[in-house]
Every structure is written in structure tokens, then in C-alpha cells.
């Protein structure tokens, strides 16, 4: 067997967290090696291939040395090359910035390349750090949606997933059935009504074309309906409350 290879690879840098006296463990989401766990050796001194040490939430490029036997690669060196500055100039967009990171990390896999998964990530960080705060929300929603379908949890909005006919108008959200269910098929479990104007909204979030939202932002009620369906499916998925939901306006 020879030495482990070296490689070089887009990423975004969904935690941080400072180590020994100038080093960092930092957690980069690929598209091909899925959630890598790296050393930042020597990160944090003031000369070096860090410039001071890895940002959290940035766009970069890392160069990356696997380590036989051991569960953190080495990181060799980090170019930050969208630093996000928006994210960073004003609360909702940070908090919104905070949960979508959070949020990769908890999707993302080690050592399971997932490109969807992070183009999602990256799209929405950029529209949150660039759109008018208000949007910040829509693209939240936006990237929940693609992160669950890129993660095989799309939702089945259309036909019942239970008795596969047409959904009326008495329908509801129901994560153990993966979706929009009649009322009379609901399995046992958490449930949330879901009006056709509801599921309108859903359609629209986990189909329609991404500038489509920049052009038309969702509004407020589509919003609560987006945020009542991701709260109670996300939950589900994760098998917990998704790290920074509180954070959310
Ligand atoms: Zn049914």
C-alpha cells in the first residue's frame, strides 16, 4: 500500500473550532468527499498558508492530505475564494447564513461525495449574502428543499404516498408517510394540516427554477406554510431539532 494521496477540492467551511495553541479542526463540506474533518495545522499564526486561520462560512478551495488510521485529514492549505461578506453585515442574513451551515453539516456525510448536496449549500449562501435581507427566508426554505431532495428525502406531494390516488383538499404533511397524505391515510404520528394553497407552495419549493425565487421572493403566508412543513419534517429526518432553528426570525 502506498502513502495516502494528497487532493485538491471546493469546499465550504461549515464549522470551526480553535485547537492547541495555533492550530484549528475544521469542517469542510465537498462535493466529492462529502463531510471531511481536517487539522489546520499552525492555522492561527500570523505567517503560513492560512493567513491567520480558516474562516467559518466561507467559500474556498483546500488542499487536503488523508492520514492513514486517523479520523482528521490534514488540511495543507485554504484559499478563501467568496468570503460571503454579506452574511456577516446583518442579523437575519447571519442567522439565516448560521442555520444553512448547520444545516449542511448535519446532511452532509463523511467520506459520501454528494454534489447536489452541495451546490444547494453554496447556491444558498451566496443568495443569502447577496439578496435583500427579507429574502433571506425564501432561500432558507429554498435550500432545505433542495438539501432534503438531494438527500433522498424529497417529500411526495402528489399522489397520497399511502393509497396512490389523487389528494383532495382534506389533506395533511405527514413525515412518517414521507408526505402529503389524505387525512384518512395518515399513519400514526406528528401531522400538520396542509391547505391546497399549501401545497401549492411545497410544489413551487421543490420544483420551480432557482431564479425564479430571486424574481419573486415567497410571501409571508407562503413562508409560515414552508416553515410548518420543514419544522416538523426536518426533525424527522435528522432524528433531532436541526442545530441554529432557533436562531431563525
Ligand atoms: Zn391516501
Redesign the pocket.
Known amino acids: 500500500m502506498g502513502a495516502p494521496r494528497g487532493y485538491r477540492t471546493v469546499a465550504i467551511v461549515v464549522r470551526t473550532v480553535d485547537f492547541a495553541e495555533t492550530s484549528q479542526v475544521v469542517h469542510l463540506v465537498t462535493p466529492e468527499h462529502g463531510l471531511v474533518p481536517a487539522l489546520a495545522k499552525g492555522a492561527r499564526a500570523h505567517k503560513g498558508a492560512f493567513q491567520g486561520g480558516v474562516p467559518l462560512g466561507v467559500l474556498g478551495e483546500a488542499d487536503l492530505l488523508p492520514r492513514r488510521g486517523a479520523e482528521l485529514e490534514l488540511l495543507r492549505s485554504f484559499r478563501v475564494t467568496d468570503g460571503l461578506r454579506g452574511l456577516r453585515d446583518d442579523v437575519d442574513r447571519f442567522a439565516a447564513g448560521c442555520y444553512v451551515l448547520a444545516l449542511l453539516r448535519d446532511l452532509a456525510r463523511p467520506a459520501l461525495g454528494n454534489e447536489a448536496l452541495f451546490l444547494a449549500g453554496a447556491t444558498a449562501l451566496k443568495a443569502v449574502a447577496s439578496a435583500p435581507p427579507p429574502a433571506a427566508g425564501t432561500w432558507v426554505a429554498v435550500f432545505e428543499a433542495r438539501a432534503l431532495s438531494a438527500t433522498g428525502h424529497r417529500p411526495h406531494l402528489d399522489?397520497?404516498p399511502?393509497?396512490?390516488?389523487e389528494?383532495g383538499r382534506d389533506a395533511l404533511f405527514s413525515p412518517v408517510a414521507g408526505g402529503v397524505?389524505?387525512r384518512?391515510?395518515a399513519p400514526e404520528g406528528p401531522v400538520r394540516p396542509v391547505s391546497p394553497a399549501d401545497r401549492e407552495v411545497l410544489a413551487r419549493l421543490y420544483t420551480a427554477r432557482l431564479p425564479s425565487f430571486a424574481a419573486e421572493p415567497l410571501g409571508p403566508a407562503a413562508l409560515r406554510a414552508a416553515r410548518g412543513v420543514h419544522d416538523l419534517f426536518l426533525p424527522w429526518v435528522l432524528e433531532r431539532e436541526p442545530a441554529g432553528r432557533r436562531a431563525l426570525a
Not at 162 to 165: I, N, P, S
Open positions: 399522489p397520497c399511502v393509497c396512490e390516488t389528494v397524505v389524505h384518512r391515510c
